[in-house]
């Protein structure tokens, strides 16, 4: 039988290496524990570890997830064998399948081989892409030391198994060696020097950065290549704001507005820096234009797009450095060329159209969200972290919430296309979120009764949080890609919750949003501390649909149609 599940933070692996004293590999951790890992969790707690907890075996998992995109540190999470495994795997696929590195501690079956319940871990694993390190009494340190340093080297998720006959046996005394340096790429040549010529020689070039880049610490490099080049700058929308400043044209794909994805499309060079230029990003091959010069530089070891001319695989922030030192000599762009690129990009998003600011009226009398965003960007805190689940109505924050840093904007689901680890993924980012930030969950109706038992996990874990419910009383998605269609809306549809008494049952304070005015509410209690967690149940209309979805409609419909046409 399960127990309740718990998130661990502040888990610290103590390791002896070889001829030096005891040293820390700093993790977080979170928890979920039952029959064969409770010797695990006891263990952790005489260590004096803390944990938050959390309802469901996924949410150990997607918390942790979320802590380190919010903290860029390792986390753990920990579920029984058996079914709290299996309760595990989504959140397990959507971290490997966004490259996020994270540990699952597990009970599993028993050295002397599978019982009648057991099913096969390490296949479920190596299926969803993650690989098992299995502990053994004599090896447990050592193990563990290869699994977390296979997680951090690979970015992905791992599996630590203990067999359920030695979880409660002592781990025998073992030196290990010291822990591995992270492994970075100096490529000095590799390319570098064709890629400096190829940007010097460019009249309108455009540096798109992605998550790589931020992770790589690469923004003062690529803003003063930027700058050096009179370059246009984007990012994805996981490295929004990256390369803020002086030609930033804001987020690259379905998010971002129609005017800087023209300038975009006129770029004649451009680099791409840490992104894998996802369907999303690229618009479905609409963002770039067919004549320009795609350079990517990344830690892949191939491109990750066909759209790329020239690859180079090496560290962001080492080779950015490498081709400003290589623009020092002859090949130095033409200063006055390349300003003129930003001024024009300047003068046409000064005049070119923003975003759409939504209606003040609708044909079911409900909220536009996107007026309800514009307004949420006004009253919520300057200093933020915003979690978001996936669904129709995952473009609203990037596109009209302020996003101060990269590391704020944590996208879950997108990876995996699933949706409902919203709530659990808050609890992660709660635990990581430092100097005072408000941490912010929007979500769907849909994904937030999915994970409705970790409501009171965040409530528990939060010191200030805002969860913002985009409750149009459907599956938005389904409703405008297939409902659109004419196919039946029934399954699609949700009975209308009042998310605010839920909230205000597990200890909450919360509002039900139905116009503009009733952001009074959380504006009160924002003014009185914003202290605890604010529940917004904010209905809104599901008759607006998102650009992003229009987007990937006439992308499907026009990938039929070429498939019709070649049959």
Same mark, same amino acid.
């Given at each position: 039988m399960n127990q309740p599940t718990r998130f661990l933070h502040d888990f610290t692996y103590r390791v002896r290496p070889r001829g030096a004293g005891s040293q820390q590999l700093p993790q977080r951790c979170l928890r979920r524990h039952g029959q064969r890992n409770v010797y695990f969790l006891d263990a952790a707690e005489k260590l004096g570890l803390r944990f938050s907890a959390v309802r469901h075996e996924g949410a150990a998992i997607a918390a942790a997830d979320a802590y380190y995109r919010t903290s860029g540190r390792l986390a753990a999470g920990t579920t029984t064998y058996g079914p709290g495994y299996t309760n595990a795997l989504t959140a397990l696929a959507e971290a490997v399948q966004a490259q996020i590195p994270v540990v699952l501690v597990t009970g599993d079956a028993p050295t002397s081989g599978a019982r009648p319940w057991d099913v096969? &871990?390490?296949?479920?694993?190596?299926?969803?892409?993650?690989?098992?390190?299995?502990?053994?009494?004599?090896?447990?340190?050592?193990?563990?030391? &290869?699994?977390?340093?296979?997680?951090?080297?690979?970015?992905?998720?791992?599996?630590?198994?203990?067999?359920?006959?030695?979880?409660?046996?002592?781990?025998?005394?073992?030196?290990?060696?010291?822990?591995?340096?992270?492994?970075?790429?100096?490529?000095?040549?590799?390319?570098?020097?064709?890629?400096?010529?190829?940007?010097?020689?460019?009249?309108?070039?455009?540096?798109?950065? =992605?998550? =790589?880049?931020?992770?790589? =610490?690469?923004?003062p490099e690529l803003r003063e290549l930027a700058d050096r080049l009179g370059a246009l700058t984007a990012g994805t929308a996981l490295a929004l704001?990256?390369?803020?400043?002086?030609?930033? %044209?804001?987020?690259?794909?379905?998010?971002?507005?129609?005017?800087?994805?023209?300038?975009?499309?006129?770029?004649?060079?451009?680099?791409?820096?840490?992104?894998?230029?996802?369907?999303?990003?690229?618009?479905?091959?609409?963002?770039?234009?067919?004549?320009?010069?795609?350079?990517?530089?990344?830690?892949?070891? !191939?491109?990750?797009?066909?759209?790329?001319?020239?690859?180079?695989?090496?560290?962001?922030?080492?080779?950015?450095?490498?081709?400003?030192? *290589? %623009?020092?000599?002859?090949?130095?762009?033409?200063?006055?060329?390349a300003g003129a690129w930003r001024a024009e990009a300047r003068k046409r998003v000064a005049e070119g159209p923003a975003h759409h600011p939504g209606s003040d009226e609708t044909a079911d009398g409900r909220l536009d969200p996107r007026s309800l965003a514009t307004a949420l960007d006004?009253?919520?805190? +300057?200093?933020?972290?915003?979690? !978001?689940?996936?669904?129709?109505? %995952?473009?609203?924050?990037?596109?009209?919430?302020?996003?101060?840093?990269? !590391?704020?904007?944590? *996208?879950?689901?997108?990876?995996? &296309?699933?949706?409902?680890?919203?709530?659990?993924?808050?609890?992660?980012?709660?635990?990581?979120? +430092?100097? @005072?930030?408000?941490?912010?969950?929007?979500?769907?109706?849909? @994904?937030?009764?999915?994970?409705?038992?970790?409501?009171?996990?965040?409530?528990?874990?939060?010191?200030?949080?805002?969860?913002?419910?985009?409750?149009?009383?459907?599956?938005?998605? +389904?409703?405008? !890609?297939?409902?659109? &269609?004419?196919?039946t809306e029934k399954p699609m549809l949700i009975p209308e919750v009042d998310f605010s008494g839920v909230a205000r049952a597990l200890g909450a304070e919360s509002a039900i949003i139905r116009s503009l005015a009733d952001l009074e509410a959380l504006q009160d209690w924002i003014d009185a501390g914003a202290r605890g967690t604010f529940v917004a149940d904010c209905r809104i209309t599901s008759s607006v649909r998102a650009p992003w979805m229009s987007e990937w409609m006439e992308a499907t419909q026009a990938a039929k149609a070429a498939v019709v046409v070649a049959g």
């Open positions: 096969d &871990q390490a296949a479920i694993a190596a299926a969803l892409g993650a690989a098992t390190f299995t502990v053994t009494r004599d090896a447990a340190g050592s193990i563990t030391q &290869q699994a977390v340093e296979y997680a951090l080297t690979k970015r992905t998720a791992v599996v630590i198994a203990i067999p359920y006959d030695l979880a409660a046996l002592e781990a025998a005394d073992e030196e290990l060696p010291a822990p591995l340096a992270p492994a970075v790429s100096d490529d000095v040549d590799g390319g570098l020097g064709q890629v400096a010529r190829l940007l010097a020689g460019a009249k309108r070039p455009l540096i798109l950065a =992605g998550r =790589g880049a931020h992770l790589a =610490g690469a923004a704001n990256l390369l803020q400043g002086d030609g930033y %044209l804001g987020v690259a794909g379905g998010f971002g507005t129609d005017t800087a994805a023209g300038l975009m499309g006129e770029a004649d060079v451009v680099l791409v820096a840490g992104a894998s230029l996802s369907p999303f990003t690229m618009r479905f091959g609409h963002l770039l234009g067919p004549d320009s010069t795609v350079i990517q530089i990344d830690t892949a070891l !191939q491109p990750t797009h066909p759209r790329v001319d020239t690859f180079v695989s090496a560290d962001v922030k080492s080779a950015a450095g490498h081709i400003l030192g *290589m %623009l020092d000599g002859a090949a130095s762009p033409d200063a006055s060329r006004a009253v919520l805190p +300057e200093r933020r972290t915003v979690v !978001q689940d996936g669904g129709h109505f %995952l473009g609203w924050a990037p596109m009209y919430w302020h996003i101060p840093r990269p !590391q704020d904007l944590v *996208m879950v689901g997108t990876a995996y &296309q699933t949706i409902g680890l919203g709530l659990a993924s808050a609890v992660g980012a709660a635990r990581a979120v +430092e100097d @005072g930030r408000t941490l912010v969950l929007a979500s769907g109706d849909g @994904g937030f009764l999915m994970g409705l038992s970790d409501l009171e996990s965040l409530i528990g874990a939060a010191d200030s949080a805002v969860v913002v419910i985009y409750n149009d009383a459907s599956y938005g998605a +389904e409703i405008h !890609q297939y409902g659109s &269609q004419g196919l």
